[in-house]
């Protein structure tokens, strides 16, 4: 049902399921981690009314586990990224994983998800410093046009490509005349 994804690393589609309606994931070594990618595999959807708070849990000095609430996803929304770098010292916050005794490895981090009810959700406070800039938004800043830059489809570039290998095959001299 859910995935996880941190760069460079492989991606997890297997969550451990800990209760009926929560998940988690291990991150191992999470001190080198900066954002984490949730989403839903597309294979089952929530439940009608139903979503996904994802939580970031880290071992403290203690070894004790420390959850934060990073934000959710739903059926309209199946995909987040979270920023989780500056989450290291921070305070915990309330969470469903709390009388669940998951073990907790120094270097190890856990992701969990709950499903819960969409009003739950849209009540719930996440980690300010969680938030990455939407796509929407980067995509827009990326795409903005400048009048002094020209764009070409990657289908003509490709397509062009395409005609110089196949005129290079048949005259590897054409280029010259």
Not at 152 to 174: C, D, G, H, M, S
Request: glycine share 8%.
């Amino acid at each position: 049902m859910f995935g996880c994804l941190v760069a460079g690393r492989l991606v997890q589609a297997a969550p451990q399921q800990v209760a009926e309606d929560k998940f988690v994931f291990d991150l191992p070594d999470y001190e080198n981690i900066n954002h984490v990618v949730v989403f839903m595999l597309g294979t089952i959807p929530f439940p009608e009314g139903m979503g996904g708070s994802v939580y970031f849990c880290y071992p403290d000095q203690n070894g004790m586990a420390v959850w934060q609430l990073l934000g959710f996803v739903t059926n309209e929304k199946p995909s987040a990224i979270f920023k989780i770098s500056g989450l290291k010292s921070g305070k915990g916050s309330q969470h469903p994983f709390g009388a669940m005794n998951l073990p907790q490895t120094p270097t190890v981090a856990q992701i969990g998800i709950s499903v819960e009810l969409l009003e739950n959700l849209a009540q719930q406070t996440p980690v300010a410093s969680a938030a990455v800039s939407s796509v929407d938004s980067f995509t827009e800043a990326q795409m903005t046009p400048n009048p002094s830059e020209a764009f070409i489809p990657a289908n003509v570039v490709l397509k062009w490509y395409e005609n110089f290998q196949r005129r290079l095959t048949q005259n590897p001299l054409f280029w010259k005349t």
